[in-house]
């Protein structure tokens, strides 16, 4: 105070402890420690300690002061781990790698949203951890499991007793509960306190998954229970939509039998195809239909119905199965899957026997990383999900993964088994692909040209070696030789090798039902360039990398901020 209203600086003030402060301008101060003493020798140290500095204000710094994280915040994503409490291969928990993800989200928002960062039209996604293994294990389990574990090899025995027995945890109904009271309660508690810290967020929320965790959510997503409101509106917009599908089909039907002048009559008396099929001779002539289009109708009801008849009665033919909420054999009885739908199981079918709690909020998207629900919906029994099925509360559902992961397995071929297709490439956020990738599709395209110039070169010379000459005007025989070679030019052409898999561009879309509201389900990543030497080395690595992968991020950030209405400054290569 002295220095400041007398204008008097460069004082020094010593404190009892010997401290020394000099107090140089307002915006500097200099603090020196005290000096040691004599030591036993009677040496005393010739030079003071270095002193420590204090500086008012940023100006003539020349570290870098981060900005740190923006204030808004659009959009909350919960994270559940898997299985262990570490996370990545450097033994992290699920709190450090969640931080770790939040960092790469906010480079990657100044990198491909820039434009919209400018306009103060976004700010940032917020990611929360959600951790459930220590409420676990806290249970006793570990102190019973301590008393049978084996003496040997006990460092190994102890990392599968803390990492790998929690999927066999999760399959017990005791501790099946445990664990997704802890997973739904902690979530909801998160969330009630996020919002009593951020009164003013108006956001969505979206969950995600790691591994184990992923799994959990899904079988907790599987058991919401839609408002009422949303499933009286869905029977009203399905009952609709069945209706105009039964109208439509009933008008395929008249154009097959020649009776596209009728369509107008069948259409003005609301006959769906199951209303056509119990029609008698009576209903159509009081429709004012004619003899004759009368019996084309009845002898087409008649030969169908039979038809019907003898394939339920067949051999091997079986019915029993659980259709699922919502599918078109539970609520549509003049279906037309001829017996297809048998093969649908409910995705609910096998799971452990648990009170799945409710969650206060319906999630955006469910992001699953190196997830094994596949696997596992495989293992209890569901080995087709049926297209028509959707998560009862969450509209989205994104299944990403590493090429070498060992522990994730695919969504897609469960709803479409008969085609078989890639997943969808993640697009690097450089936005183009490796260069490794772009080299052996190269590869790839250039050696299957090769083959296809090397055939068709083989058969033109083949078809001239083996032509027979044929007396002709010279004239005559120039102008057949040309055709016949231009015939040769154009065969190997049509017979060309097409490109494998990999390199062939999908001409159409595939429709991967509606799990994922009718997009794309299955993600992969592109693994780096010393991955693709050796698999069996990275695939620790594949399973741990989604943390710090920065692809990753930006496909949760892009399908988050889609649903906003805000897309990237400039579209990636490949992307949806």
């Known amino acids: 105070m002295i220095a400041v209203t007398l204008d008097e600086w460069k004082k020094k003030l010593e404190s009892p402890s010997r401290e020394i402060i000099i107090l140089h301008n307002p915006k500097l101060m200099v603090h020196y420690h005290p000096v040691a003493t004599s030591d036993d020798w009677g040496s005393t140290p010739t030079e003071q300690g270095r002193p420590r500095t204090v500086k008012r ?96 090899i006990n460092r190994l ?207 955006t998207i469910f992001f699953a990383f190196g997830s094994p629900i596949g696997m596992f919906l495989t293992v209890r029994g569901v080995k087709r999900i049926n297209p028509n099925y959707s998560l009862p509360t969450c509209k989205g559902f994104f299944n990403i993964f590493h090429p070498f992961d060992p522990v994730a397995y695919r969504i897609e071929p469960m709803i479409v088994p008969d085609l078989e297709f890639e997943p969808m490439l993640l697009p690097h956020h450089k936005g183009r692909k490796r260069m490794h990738l772009e080299l052996k599709e190269g590869l790839t395209r250039m050696s299957v040209d090769l083959k296809n110039n090397l055939l068709g070169s083989l058969r033109v010379a083949w078809q001239s070696f083996t032509r027979a000459p044929l007396p002709a005007v010279e004239g005559a025989s120039t102008e057949a030789e040309g055709e016949a070679e231009a015939g040769a030019e154009k065969q190997p052409e049509t017979k060309a090798e097409e490109p494998p898999a990999a390199v062939k561009e999908e001409a159409s879309p595939i429709n991967v039902g509606r799990l994922n509201g009718g997009n794309r389900i299955d993600y992969v990543l592109q693994e780096k360039p010393i991955e693709s030497f050796n698999e069996y080395l990275f695939a620790l690595q594949g399973h741990l990398c989604y943390w710090e992968s920065e692809d990753t991020v930006l496909l949760v950030l892009k399908e988050i901020y889609q649903t906003q209405g805000i897309t990237l400054d400039q579209p990636l290569p490949g992307s949806q």
């Open 157 to 363: 025995r102890h990392f599968i007793n803390d990492t790998i027995l929690d999927v066999f945890f999760y399959n017990s109904s005791t501790y099946c509960q445990t664990i997704v009271d802890t997973v739904a309660s902690e979530m909801n508690r998160l969330y009630q306190l996020f919002l009593q810290r951020n009164p003013l967020f108006k956001g969505g929320v979206s969950i995600a998954g790691h591994s184990l965790g992923s799994l959990i959510l899904f079988d907790l997503l599987t058991n919401q229970k839609a408002a009422p409101e949303e499933d009286e509106h869905s029977e009203e917009g399905s009952r609709t939509t069945s209706s105009n599908r039964g109208i439509e089909e009933v008008k395929e039907i008249l154009k097959k039998l020649q009776l596209s002048e009728y369509c107008d009559v069948f259409e003005k008396e609301k006959m769906d195809r199951q209303a056509l099929f119990l029609c008698t001779e009576k209903n159509l002539k009081e429709m004012g239909i004619p003899l004759g289009p009368r019996m084309k109708i009845l002898h087409y009801i008649s030969s169908k119905t039979e038809t019907q008849d003898q394939s339920a009665a067949g051999p091997g033919h079986s019915w029993e199965h659980r259709a699922e909420p919502g599918s078109p054999s539970q609520h549509n009885p003049d279906s037309t899957d001829d017996g297809g739908n048998c093969q649908y199981r409910d995705v609910g079918l096998g799971q452990v026997s648990a009170n799945y709690p409710q969650l206060n909020y319906k999630p």
């Open 57 to 152: 204000g940023v100006e003539n710094i020349a570290a870098e002061i981060p900005n740190g994280e923006p204030l808004q915040i659009d959009h909350l994503v919960f994270v559940v781990h898997g299985i262990g409490p570490a996370c990545d291969i450097r033994f992290r928990s699920i709190v450090q790698c969640v931080n770790d993800f939040r960092s790469v989200s906010l480079s990657m928002l100044q990198a491909h949203f820039k434009k919209a960062q400018e306009q103060q039209q976004i700010g940032r996604v917020e990611f929360l951890p959600v951790n459930w293994h220590s409420s676990l294990h806290s249970t006793g389990v570990d102190v019973d499991l301590e008393r049978i574990t084996l003496p040997s």
